[in-house]
């Protein structure tokens, strides 16, 4: 009875081992079958015109359009400014002043020359019409009071320090009392409703760019459009790059001059372009191709590629509508039945 229940026992053993030999040969052909059935699951791309744009990035200083310094003409001390960082002045507006006792400026010196050159020339005018001295002799004192009178309004000029062009201050580095030198900037005068910015590339991107290409600039949260305004013909010798001139609308004054801008310069752009991830791209002998699903069958399209950026731009061989396969390339081939899945 026991070596019966033994043999048993070995039988219904041999059996659970084919039965489960048996299961997992059906699982392993069941998954091909299904592929085989149902197709190799893909994503696609529907191609759909669309913008196109690339740029080439650079970092420039972005300053006035226009801009220039007002410098002391003589040194001493300053008694009064009439400005602040931020007001708008018009050409020659007096900004500052030094005193008429400045040492520098010999103001004094140059009224008493001035006045005592008038007395003598309207006192010589009367002696003329008198008839007391001759013409040459009028003719000379009104000589000398016009250089007393160049040299008195040269030193009032030099006392006063003005706008060299209209715009806003932007820069005022001294204060009422400070003492400066002959040629010290005190102020800087910019026209900020416009910038420019200069920045240098390389001989490849020299050829990319072109006068007139759109450009924009990024400071902060503003951002200012602007374009090419010149291109150098020639590489600077100390920069071993080419100079790229750019004008940049400011407004309503949003950004600041002197600061630090990220510039993007438009090198290409088309509004109806078809793009694809470059992973999409592939190559054999025949040249470059793309998979599109074709009545459930995985089909090779050879296409011909333009400019890329992060994507790649297809100008021959794709058509508005056509399913790109962008996922499961590794298991595809031509004519290899397929799945959309989402």
């Not at 200012?224 to 750019?246: N, P």
């Not at 090779?300 to 994507?311: I, L, P």
Request: net charge negative; with cysteine; proline share 3%.
């Amino acid at each position: 009875m026991k070596k019966i229940m033994i043999i048993a026992l070995m039988v219904i053993s041999l059996l659970l081992v084919n039965s489960c030999g048996r299961a997992d040969n059906n699982g392993s052909r069941s998954i091909e079958q299904i592929q085989q059935d149902e197709g190799i699951p893909v994503r696609v791309k529907v191609m759909e015109a669309e913008p196109f744009i690339k740029n080439l990035p650079f970092t420039a200083v972005l300053s006035g359009y226009r801009q220039s310094n007002a410098s002391a003409m003589i040194g001493g001390r300053i008694e009064h400014i009439y400005v602040q960082v931020g007001d708008y002045v018009e050409k020659d507006q007096v900004l500052m002043s030094f005193p008429e006792d400045a040492p520098a400026g010999q103001f004094q010196q140059a009224r008493s020359a001035y006045e005592l050159a008038l007395s003598t020339w309207q006192r010589l005018q009367n002696l003329f019409e008198a008839g007391g001295i001759s013409r040459q002799e009028l003719d000379a004192a009104r000589t000398q009071l016009t250089v007393a009178e160049a040299n008195w309004d040269a030193v009032q000029q030099m006392l006063k320090v003005r706008a060299p062009i209209s715009g806003y201050v932007t820069n005022l580095p001294v204060r009422e009392t400070d003492g400066v030198q002959s040629e010290a900037v005190l102020a800087t005068i910019s026209e900020t409703r416009k910038l420019k910015a200069r920045v240098w590339v390389t001989e490849d991107e020299i050829c990319q760019i072109k006068q007139g290409n759109p450009a924009r600039a990024a400071w902060q949260e503003v951002s200012l459009e602007g374009y090419v305004s010149q291109v150098a013909m020639a590489m600077d010798s100390d920069h071993r790059a080419f100079a790229v001139d750019l004008i940049l609308e400011n407004p309503d004054n949003l950004c600041k001059s002197g600061v630090m801008g990220e510039i993007a310069i438009q090198t290409y752009s088309n509004p109806q372009a078809f793009l694809v991830e470059r992973k999409v791209i592939q190559t054999d002998q025949d040249g470059t191709f793309v998979y599109l699903v074709n009545s459930e069958t995985a089909r090779k399209v050879y296409v011909e590629t333009g400019e890329e950026n992060s994507s790649i731009e297809v100008i021959s061989g794709l058509q508005q509508g056509d399913r790109v396969i962008v996922e499961g390339l590794n298991l595809i081939g031509d004519g290899i039945k397929v799945r959309v899945i989402e």
